[in-house]
């Protein structure tokens, strides 16, 4: 089992910034990719980063692309989000997640453990 616990939301004009932390407890060893989900009012949730737990992979959404960086800390067992240039179409819950094998990195569907999530809300 992996626990995941996010912090870091909160309430920013449009062009601000926020960081997202994500600390993770248990079995982390068996993790494969970490991953940032986000999700709005009745859309459903959609990808937003992930990294390789091993070695720093990044990958990202188009939308966040060159905005939102996304990083971990071997240390601290913790992966972090930063967002630079936020709009308000990016306001959302957002989820860490974890996935324990390889393969895709972008379906909610396939990452085995989720944190309960942090609001971010950008107003213009």
């Known amino acids: 089992q992996v626990q995941l616990v996010e912090s870091g939301g909160g309430l920013v004009q449009a062009g601000g910034s926020l960081r997202l932390s994500c600390g993770a407890s248990?079995?982390?060893?068996?993790?494969?990719?970490m991953g940032w989900f986000r999700q709005a009012p009745g859309k459903e949730r959609e990808f937003v980063a992930a990294?390789?737990?091993?070695?720093?992979?990044?990958y990202y959404a188009d939308s966040v692309k060159g905005r939102f960086t996304i990083s971990r800390d071997f240390a601290k067992n913790t992966v972090y989000l930063q967002m630079n240039s936020l709009k308000p179409e990016d306001t959302a819950v957002y989820y860490c997640?974890?996935?324990?094998?390889?393969?895709?990195?972008?379906?909610?569907?396939?990452?085995?453990?989720w944190g309960q999530g942090t609001q971010v809300t950008v107003s213009s």
């Open positions: 997640a974890a996935k324990r094998r390889p393969g895709s990195y972008d379906y909610p569907g396939d990452y085995d453990y």
């Open positions: 248990g079995r982390t060893f068996s993790t494969y990719y």
């Open positions: 990294i390789t737990w091993s070695g720093p992979i990044t």
